[in-house]
């Protein structure tokens, strides 16, 4: 594999626009975004044609798993499946690994679980949960992006959720070190409300698992997650909107000065409820996908900045606990294994919008830079970045077959969909490490600290 002096094409996405241009690099990082006729004369130039040259995909939203149930998935699957789908940055979540990265501690065991296995950069968030509000400093210190809780239970016994209580012992020290707080929003109540009217529905259908998860859930706790946002002057961000119903409420905290954001995810932009049918639980996700009025007025949302950016939430598990044979989606494991395919499936439903390049980019490249504080390292084509990359094909279409997916298990609802948007090649400050098919030599990414990058 070559590292690169300058790539160039005639669209390249920058963030004055997209633009015929080379892209010059020095050491792995932009110097300048020249002329498409302005190559370095006598160096290697990459020269994508008429493909598309976007930064790469930044994803802060990663189950990676490793160590404890790497069974599941690992750094070496996960960051594979990245490159392939042009992610350069991921930040994993605190769960589902054992230890959860609840402690220094733990946040080096996964450090050391994933050293010279990942083909991307990796950083980590830290957890919040019940009684380990003296754990944050270290782990802020240690070098975590930010932290994650759930309100209501997450679905493994080593990361608790939290309630008002536990959140208020953790607030002033996360407004002190001015860090965000990511929040699984559903509470409790609504769910166990909605769940004892359910008694007798018939758990294959994903009606049934749907109205488990009502939107009140969620309404509830981005209510509260404002109200405590406002008390302590913290950074809060919403992980995995799924409802239109809590966008108008993020909005109104974001006019009123909360600091408060907001993301959604490609499953929730590409599937309605609707379609789904009977023990297919391979779509089975908390929150739930819900039908397409929503998912109308969650792009909505995102073009008018209610929602900020679009991330994966990949959230793998061994086939078995999907439960396919029983098809029982309340037994079943929640979550969807989508890191391959995040580009692909939001071009294909984005493709028809205005200015849908720059919005791409918007929302899967800098704004979760932003997230986690890499904003000026990361996710835009401009002078001073990472040379970290992706050139891809939109007009291509190609139909997902499993086999040809890197996650270590390969379902997922994508399968046997066509979708529009080609990787081609992925590269990572100036070097190719995916190429049609082919990965470097051996792993070149880098683990990430805040405040090193």
Not at 121 to 147: I, K, M, S, T
Not at 218 to 245: Q, Y
């Amino acid at each position: 594999m070559t590292t690169l002096h300058a790539i160039r094409s005639t669209r390249v996405v920058t963030p004055q626009g997209v633009q015929a241009a080379t892209v010059h690099i020095r050491d792995g990082v932009i110097e300048r975004v020249a002329g498409y006729k302005d190559p370095p004369p006598g160096t290697h130039v990459y020269d994508a044609g008429e493909s598309v040259v976007a930064p790469g995909l930044v994803d802060t939203h990663v189950h990676i798993n490793e160590p404890g149930r790497t069974d599941w998935e690992g750094f070496e699957t996960a960051t594979r499946a990245a490159a392939a789908g042009g992610v350069t940055t991921l930040i994993d979540m605190p769960l589902n690994s054992i230890p959860a990265t609840t402690t220094e501690a733990a946040l080096e065991a996964k450090r050391e679980a994933a050293h010279g296995k990942c083909w991307v950069n990796v950083g980590f968030w830290g957890g919040v949960v019940p009684g380990n509000a003296e754990q944050l400093r270290a782990l802020d210190g240690a070098g975590v992006f930010g932290f994650k809780c759930f309100l209501v239970p997450s679905g493994v016994p080593e990361f608790a959720h939290v309630g008002e209580s536990d959140l208020r012992a953790a607030l002033p020290k996360l407004a002190a070190l001015d860090v965000p707080l990511l929040v699984h929003a559903e509470v409790p109540k609504p769910i166990e409300k909605a769940n004892r009217k359910l008694a007798k529905a018939d758990p294959t259908r994903y009606e049934a698992w749907l109205l488990s998860r009502p939107a009140m859930a969620e309404t509830k706790a981005i209510e509260m997650m404002i109200r405590l946002a406002r008390e302590f002057k913290v950074r809060v961000h919403i992980v995995h909107v799924s409802s239109a119903r809590s966008v108008t409420l993020i909005r109104r905290a974001k006019s009123e000065g909360v600091r408060i954001t907001a993301e959604t995810c490609p499953h929730y932009l590409f599937f309605a409820s609707g379609s789904i049918q009977k023990k297919q639980t391979e779509y089975k996700c908390a929150p739930p996908i819900r039908d397409a009025r929503n998912n109308k007025s969650l792009w909505t949302a995102l073009e008018k900045g209610g929602i900020d950016f679009v991330v994966s939430d990949h959230s793998p598990s061994p086939p078995s606990m999907k439960c396919r044979s029983t098809g029982d989606f309340f037994k079943a494991w929640g979550g969807i294994s989508s890191l391959q395919l995040g580009l692909p499936a939001v071009w294909t439903k984005l493709r028809a919008r205005k200015n849908p390049l720059e919005h791409l980019v918007l929302w899967m490249c800098s704004g979760p830079a932003r997230l986690a504080g890499l904003e000026m390292q990361k996710g835009a084509i401009a002078p001073g970045y990472d040379a970290d990359l992706v050139v891809w094909n939109p007009e291509k279409r190609f139909l997902v077959r499993p086999r040809t997916l890197h996650h270590r298990h390969k379902l997922t609802p994508y399968a046997n969909r066509e979708l529009r948007g080609v990787v081609q090649a992925t590269f990572l400050r100036g070097e190719i490490i995916y190429d049609r098919g082919r990965f470097a030599d051996a792993p070149r990414g880098r683990l990430l600290r805040r405040g090193d990058c």
